[in-house]
């Protein structure tokens, strides 16, 4: 087994004022030779936006990208015609492929709203962009690890160009799960959304990420109540 451990205040981050994020690796005007990536995954941004604020019209390309949302309400627009508004319990993912303009607005004037957004690298490059999102309310287990990405259009949850397995656990202190490898080769970046919890030996807080190679599989323990995210990719070098 092969770990790297990347502490909640290790990361980069960027105060806009009307935006601040944190960054696990290196993004913007934050770069860490270090912290380029861990295998397929590129960026983990967590992100605040105040209020009736957000990123205007700005393309990408050639890029799978998942927002998922923590509070408040994200309204998207893009070049394909899509204006939809994603809450806590929703998944978005985006092809970028061949290229794909969009906006992002904190929908609130009054409250900030903050999420995830993650970048992985995909496995096919220019194909058609793709917009989803999904509800994941009825996929919640409690105690145990439940799927919201996969390859699979056809598998639970929204799917990616890439052979990427994304998972959440919401875990009571006390409670713990295992989790197997879906794909030999790939590795796992867990990264604690809140509490505590310790992976294979490790203890980790709130915020923090922690990256497993050459491993069949994890096992979680919540130190305190606690969500985790698990994202299992290929170990690709760009």
Do not use: C
């Not at 790297?4 to 994020?21: E, Q």
């Not at 990536?37 to 990123?55: E, I, M, S, Y």
């Not at 390859?151 to 656990?169: E, Y």
């Amino acid at each position: 087994m092969k770990t790297v451990l990347h502490k909640a205040d290790t990361r980069g981050y960027a105060n806009h004022g009307w935006l601040l994020s944190r960054h696990t690796f290196s993004f913007a005007n934050y770069f860490d030779p270090t912290r380029m990536q861990f295998g397929a995954l590129r960026v983990l941004n967590d992100d605040q936006v105040a209020g009736g604020q957000g990123f205007g019209s700005h393309p990408h390309q050639n890029m799978e990208i998942i927002s998922i949302p923590l509070e408040g309400d994200l309204e998207h627009k893009d070049s394909m015609g899509n204006v939809t508004v994603i809450k806590e319990g929703d998944v978005q993912v985006m092809s970028a492929g061949t290229g794909i303009i969009h906006s992002e607005y904190n929908k609130n004037k009054d409250k900030e709203v903050k999420f995830f957004q993650i970048w992985v690298f995909p496995n096919q490059e220019d194909v058609k962009p793709r917009y989803d999102q999904i509800s994941i309310a009825d996929l919640k287990k409690k105690n145990q690890f439940y799927q919201i990405l996969s390859p699979n259009p056809d598998d639970q949850g929204v799917w990616i160009h890439q052979d990427a397995w994304f998972h959440l656990g919401d875990f009571e202190a006390g409670k713990q799960d295992t989790y197997t490898i879906k794909k030999a080769g790939n590795g796992v970046y867990a990264f604690v959304i809140e509490g505590d919890v310790t992976i294979n030996g490790q203890a980790l807080n709130r915020r923090d990420g922690f990256g497993l190679t050459d491993i069949e599989q994890l096992t979680i323990t919540a130190d305190s109540d606690a969500r985790v995210l698990l994202m299992e990719v290929p170990m690709i070098e760009e």
